[in-house]
Nanobody, 124 residues
Framework: QVQLEESGGGLVQAGGSLRLTCVAS????????MAWFRQAPGKEREFVAT????????DYADSVKGRFTISRDNAERTMALQMNSLKPEDTAVYYC?????????????????WGQGTQVTVSP
């Protein structure tokens, strides 16, 4: 059972930046495809960004492309989401997800393990 723990959320003004981090409990982290999803109040959980096992392949939702950057450090068993130029519509709980297959994937159903989430609030 892989355990994922997110950190780095908080309150920031529009235009500001935050860096989210996800730490995995297993050494086999390096073979997992990983992703960030988010869920705003009253809305479905939506895809934000994904990265393959090597870190060479990434993909982003159109709404965050050019503002967010996903990365990973397999030696440290961590994944990060650098969020710049934040907007109020980025306000949500952000979740880290892992899939046993190593490729990146946008589909929520593709992921086997989820973290508990970290709150990001962007004020106008």
């Amino acid at each position: 059972q892989v355990q994922l723990e997110e950190s780095g959320g908080g309150l920031v003004q529009a235009g500001g930046s935050l860096r989210l981090t996800c730490v995995a409990s297993e050494r086999t982290f390096s073979v997992y495809g990983m992703a960030w999803f988010r869920q705003a109040p009253g809305k479905e959980r939506e895809f934000v960004a994904t990265i393959d096992w090597s870190g060479d392949s990434t993909d982003y939702a159109d709404s965050v492309k050019g503002r967010f950057t996903i990365s990973r450090d397999n030696a440290e068993r961590t994944m990060a989401l650098q969020m710049n130029s934040l907007k109020p519509e980025d306000t949500a709980v952000y979740y880290c997800a892992a899939r046993l297959a190593g490729l990146s994937d946008r589909r929520r159903s593709a992921y086997d393990y989820w973290g508990q989430g970290t709150q990001v609030t962007v004020s106008p």
